[in-house]
């Protein structure tokens, strides 16, 4: 059976990356999702996508200059105007206290040593706090991020995000201990997934959003795709997550 994952909960159905975004997704009883995370100017876990706020919600600045208080009153609809209802940043707390996943993808974008650093470790703290250490799989396309986490948090899961073939995915994911294989769809043939299934990989696919290429992929063995549209994917498998 094919998994289903909402990326950045449902970003084609509601606001990416915020609580309502997250909420939406389980509604339509997909209950696994992926989501990006920053560090803002006080060391909290930040959940959005881009390191500036313009995109999603018409600021000037990086999340590394805001306080989180003041991040989770920004409005993050800018990118899905039509959305009723304001819809902040939130902290990856918030997400953790109100939304019952039964499996979390983490992605950290490219960081510095000492950015990696404290951002593997704060995960790996409120993990702990939550006690959701079998529900969460930090991933990473980032080298340094994956290097920190087998060093300081190797009780976490791991995950490679391989956009491009030139660095061979599978080596990688296993080079660093990872546990998932996030792969961009374009990348996963029946040759690669093979491999990666006799490395003991869950080969994750992104980012899915037609319903034949999800029946295709799913007829292929993927074990798992990350969609903006849960509820496309949920008709189109013929199944809930």
Request: net charge positive.
């Amino acid at each position: 059976m094919t998994l289903i994952y909402g990326h950045r909960g449902a970003r084609g159905e509601a606001p990416e990356n915020t609580l309502i975004s997250f909420q939406h997704c389980l509604k339509q009883g997909v209950n696994r999702c992926e989501l990006d995370l920053h560090l803002s100017l006080d060391g909290e876990l930040m959940v959005i996508h881009d390191p500036t706020l313009r995109r999603t919600t018409g600021r000037r600045g990086k999340i590394s200059e805001h306080l989180a208080d003041d991040l989770t009153t920004y409005d993050a609809r800018l990118g899905l105007t039509h959305w009723p209802e304001q819809s902040p940043i939130p902290r990856l707390a918030e997400l953790f206290e109100h939304c019952d996943f039964e499996h979390w993808q983490l992605e950290v974008k490219s960081a510095s040593k000492k950015r990696a650093l404290h951002t593997v470790l704060a995960i790996q703290n409120l993990v702990q706090q939550f006690n959701l250490v079998d529900r969460v799989t930090l991933t990473s396309s980032s080298r340094t991020v994956l290097k920190a986490a087998q060093q300081q948090a190797p009780r976490l899961s791991r995950g490679f995000v391989a956009e491009y073939s030139w660095l061979e995915p599978v080596k990688v994911a296993q080079r660093y201990g990872c546990e998932f294989l996030v792969l961009n769809w374009k990348l996963c043939t029946p040759a690669r997934l093979k491999r990666a299934h006799q490395a003991g990989l869950h080969v994750s696919v992104w980012t899915v959003n037609e319903p034949e290429q999800m029946r295709q992929l799913a007829h292929m063995g993927v074990d798992s795709l990350i969609t903006d549209y849960p509820s496309k994917a949920v008709l189109a498998l013929g199944f809930t997550a």
